[in-house]
């Protein structure tokens, strides 16, 4: 359609927006501000621009009244109404003020929504659903408390065995032991596959890839790992994420302390098996990514701005072109049939050494491929990620109204497990807003107690390591667009020099012992210390009656 | 805090003696309930030691029906034994406590241990579910050569009622545990010592882990492991699962519930079984303070601690007669003549058998594996 010329066009304002349809609304102060213009320089969007504008002065001189008016041009900042520039909240310009002159305040009233489609192209943005509420995560309190009836642990003075394991564990009625001159030995005429087991920390780091991440990023979080691993004796284990990884680190002994994903565009596993021979050390585990908690059926995105050199020479692609990876595997026809392949093939790519386990997003349909895997012996177990499970790159509605919470997903997954007396068989991993509200911790042993053998973790750790902005009110959500503000995912690096890697692998470690210390807090007044509260569902209570019975847990109030 | 009294020996004893010691441990108010079981009968029983013994409790209608009930199973009864009743005030008194033994039904007389031993489960479990409506049938045991009495009451009170001080029964092995269960309802099903397939436990203390155990053990396919009215029967059941279904020597036992460090598992000989049993057998590390007194069919008693020996426990005696006592005082009336010097208290790595007829006291380290 001809847009509407002459005379008309100047009079019609409503194509414009007013500045209360913005998700957040800029307070500058006038008296307070230098116009040095730090703020208008860091604006990642710009979303505020240096202004002028005519002022009107009345002023009066003399012993009696006598009103003259000027008119002075004066230099401002203001906020512009281009929704592509909308401001993100991202606080930035409070940031770098130095007389605190500027911050953007949260409009309630929005209508960013409705506007945000610009070219029929729908919102897109990174970071997780918006829902500022409590998760039902967070809502679970641990009720039952050993006191007077028997002396409670002391999380200070005891020992507590802080591990789980990661991979395929076989039934005990199936281990290949004899007994012996009155001891069990390894019987090793039994034709017995014994799969591989990681004994690991209970919380790992989930599947942040190194294109999305800046190079900082995830150095300080590889850093950190290690240092957890090797000085601190805590084995935490850090998920790649799709897109492969530097190639001196797969080589390297460090590999050991990594998970490599591959999902559906196979980005980066064409160095990986170049590398292969020259492995000094397996990884951790191989996870095969078919879906993600916080954009279900949607595949992966790297827009082509982070698609620089280290980033092409990794995942074997052109610079500068967007990397987009279907929402499927195209070669899945039917989970009995490839899932169990791919499966296969990756076990065999390492020769059986490394446990290769599917992550899913939290989906009603999570049984069926529960069950399925329950049945493969080379399956090393199943990764849940729930609704609230960050991403790089999403459509705004992939993310605010697709997913399944983890809670219940996970619950009912770790029953099935129970009544088929596959519960330790097949380890859950869930995943999908642990720490959504800073409670990292407590939402990681409540996801335990209700049958997950562990939990993974993104978002958390790049708010806590890293500073990250990002919020259930929308707050910056840039990740997508390659300009984030603290340098986290951005290839830019006028952006990622913000961020120190030795800061962040400082913060890192500083999270998983502070974490460690609150596990701990929690496990000792229950009387679990010898080994996790795996399904311990009896320590678990809510005040919700309707969640109490969903997850089969105690209801107070 | 529960109390705890098991006797072996080579000769024939009362489990007054058990209760005699019960009451030297005697704290306060803990007097809510006792459980007898006897191993290895004398006296009367001495002669049907070949014949299943089922224990229990019913009420005049539910004898009719257990009686119906296994004769159309083909049990054929040859012996009842009844303890001689008296009224003693607190003790609220069922209709019928007995001891009945049993002959095979025709078709299982010569059928493997192992076969009778699923009948006698099965059937003890078909009597559990035909009272558990309204207690009109409980059943403890029903194994050759093992007898259980429970009652809520004070221990000592409960001697008197049974009518225990006129010596006719008589054992070489008793369990004893005074006060029941305190974490759950009480219930006679959830008083200690629990019996499955001749294996024997009790326990004091708070397993923490019981839901998650309790859930695998359902799970096994086992048809005995079921009850939980005590978060302390999955220690019996833990027992009769690494011996009696994995076949793993007993010890392993220890090596099951509270499993060594990864580190510590270095110095072991067996360290590669134990490696693979720490993943396989998780599910079955139990927490919480715990002293674990119990039998194995062949007639050996052990006690275990948890893994941070939150709980006390004593072991002594002399040849021909050891106790296994939650305290020392215990150990003093069972067994006065013992050197005192000799007493093992078993700490978190230890794990003390006494094999039967209590010829000597072995305490294996878990951490040498010796």
């Known amino acids: ?557 | 805090m529960c109390r705890l009294a098991a006797i072996t020996a080579s000769e024939y004893f009362s489990p007054m003696e058990n209760i005699h010691a019960l009451e030297t441990m005697k704290e306060g108010h803990d007097g809510s309930g006792m459980g007898l079981m006897l191993k290895r009968l004398g006296g009367f029983a001495a002669k049907l030691k070949d014949y299943p013994v089922l224990s229990g409790i019913c009420s005049a209608d539910g004898l009719i029906e257990l009686d119906r009930f296994m004769k159309a199973k083909g049990f054929k009864e040859v012996h009842m034994w009844n303890p001689r009743v008296k009224p003693v005030p607190g003790i609220r008194k069922k209709d019928c406590y007995f001891a009945k033994f049993y002959e095979y039904p025709p078709q299982h007389k010569e059928s493997p241990l192992k076969e009778k031993e699923e009948l006698l489960l099965r059937t003890r479990l078909a009597l559990r579910k035909m009272g558990e409506k309204d207690e009109s049938i409980v059943v403890f045991s029903f194994y050759p050569d093992v007898l259980t009495l429970k009652e809520v009451g004070d221990p000592l009170a409960l001697g008197e009622f049974f009518g225990l001080e006129d010596g006719e029964l008589k054992a070489k092995i008793v369990l004893a545990q005074g006060r029941q269960n305190t974490n759950y309802d009480i219930n006679l099903y959830a008083c200690h010592p629990f019996f499955i397939q001749g294996f024997g436990s009790m326990t004091n203390g708070e397993n923490t882990a019981f839901v998650p155990i309790r859930e695998y053990l359902m799970s096994r396919g086992v048809p005995g492991y079921t009850g939980y009215q005590s978060d302390s029967e999955v220690f019996t059941h833990i027992l009769h699962y690494t011996v009696r279904e994995l076949g793993f020597p007993l010890s392993y036992y220890k090596d099951i519930i509270t499993p060594l460090k990864r580190e510590e598992m270095e110095a072991r000989m067996d360290r590669d079984a134990l490696i693979m049993m720490r993943q396989s057998l998780r599910m079955l590390v139990i927490d919480g303070p715990n002293c674990i007194i119990g039998f194995t069919p062949d007639g050996s008693c052990f006690m275990v601690q948890d893994s941070k020996k939150l709980r006390p426990g004593a072991v002594g005696g002399v040849k021909g007669k050891y106790a296994f006592m939650s305290e020392e005082c215990g150990l003093d009336r069972a067994v006065p003549q013992r050197d005192r010097s000799l007493d093992v208290f078993p700490m978190k790595y230890d794990f003390v058998t006494v094999p039967s007829d209590a010829p000597e006291v072995k305490v294996w380290n878990q951490l040498k594996g010796l």
Request: charged share 25%.
């Open chain 1, 1 to 557: 359609m001809e847009p509407v010329k002459g005379s008309l066009d100047l009079k019609d304002k409503n194509h414009q927006l007013t500045l209360k349809e913005f998700p957040y609304i800029i307070r500058w102060r006038d008296d307070r501000c230098t116009r040095c213009g730090k703020c208008t320089a860091v604006c990642p969007v710009k979303a505020i621009v240096p202004n002028v504008r005519v002022e009107r002065v009345v002023s009066s001189e003399g012993p009696s009244p006598m009103p003259k008016v000027t008119r002075n041009v004066v230099s401002i900042v203001s906020q512009v109404n281009d929704i592509d520039r909308y401001c993100t909240g991202c606080a930035m310009c409070q940031f770098v003020c130095p007389n605190a002159a500027i911050e953007p305040e949260f409009n309630p009233e929005h209508k960013f929504l409705q506007f945000k489609n610009k070219g029929g192209d729908p919102y897109k943005r990174g970071g997780r659903r918006n829902d500022p509420g409590p998760s039902t995560l967070d809502k679970l309190k641990f009720t039952r408390i050993s006191m007077l009836t028997d002396p409670a642990l002391d999380a200070g003075r005891h020992e507590f065995y802080l591990k789980t394991f990661l991979g395929r564990i076989l039934p005990p009625e199936n281990l290949p032991l004899k007994v012996e001159n009155g001891k069990l030995v390894v019987d090793k005429g039994q034709d017995v596959f014994v799969p591989p087991v990681r004994e690991v920390y209970p919380i790992m780091i989930g599947s942040m890839s190194v294109g999305a991440l800046s190079p900082p990023m995830w150095e300080g979080l590889a850093m950190g790992v290690a240092y957890l691993n090797e000085e601190l004796g805590m084995p935490v284990v850090m998920a790649s994420g799709e897109g492969g990884m530097p190639p001196r680190l797969l080589k390297s002994r460090f590999l050991k302390y990594f998970i490599l994903q591959i999902a559906s565009g196979y980005f980066g596993w064409d160095e990986i098996v170049r590398s292969l021979p020259h492995m000094v050390e397996d990884p951790a585990a191989i996870e095969i990514k078919y879906g993600q908690g916080a954009k279900p059926g949607d595949g992966g995105l790297l827009m082509s701005s982070k698609v620089l050199k280290l980033i092409s020479s990794i995942r074997g692609v052109p610079m500068l072109v967007d990397l987009a990876s279907p929402p499927t595997h195209q070669t899945k026809f039917s989970i009995e049939e490839a899932v169990a392949k791919m499966i296969q093939s990756m076990s065999m790519a390492w020769g059986f050494r490394v446990p290769v386990y599917p992550k899913i997003s939290g989906t009603k349909t999570a049984k069926a491929v529960l069950n399925n895997l329950a049945r493969n012996p080379y399956a090393a177990a199943l990764s849940i990620d729930g609704e609230d499970g960050g991403t790089g790159a999403a459509y705004n509605v992939s993310m605010d109204k697709m997913g399944h919470p983890i809670a219940s997903n996970i619950r009912e997954c770790y029953l099935d497990l129970v009544k088929q007396g596959k519960q330790n068989e097949l380890p859950l991993i869930a995943a999908g807003g642990i720490g959504k509200k800073g409670n990292l911790a407590a939402n990681a042993a409540a996801l335990i107690m209700l049958g997950a053998s562990m939990v993974s973790v993104g978002k958390y750790l790049m708010q806590s390591t890293a500073g990250c902005l990002g919020d259930e009110n929308n707050r910056c959500n840039l990740c997508n667009t390659g300009r984030c503000p603290r340098g986290i995912t951005t290839q830019d690096p006028k952006l990622y020099r913000r961020l120190d890697s030795s800061r962040v692998a400082e913060r890192l470690v500083d999270v998983f012992r502070a974490a460690d210390t609150e596990l701990k807090k929690i496990f000792a007044p229950m009387g679990r210390s010898t080994e996790l509260p795996i399904g311990m569902s009896d320590g678990l209570s809510v005040n919700d009656r309707a969640i109490a019975e969903r997850l089969g847990i105690g209801y107070v109030c």
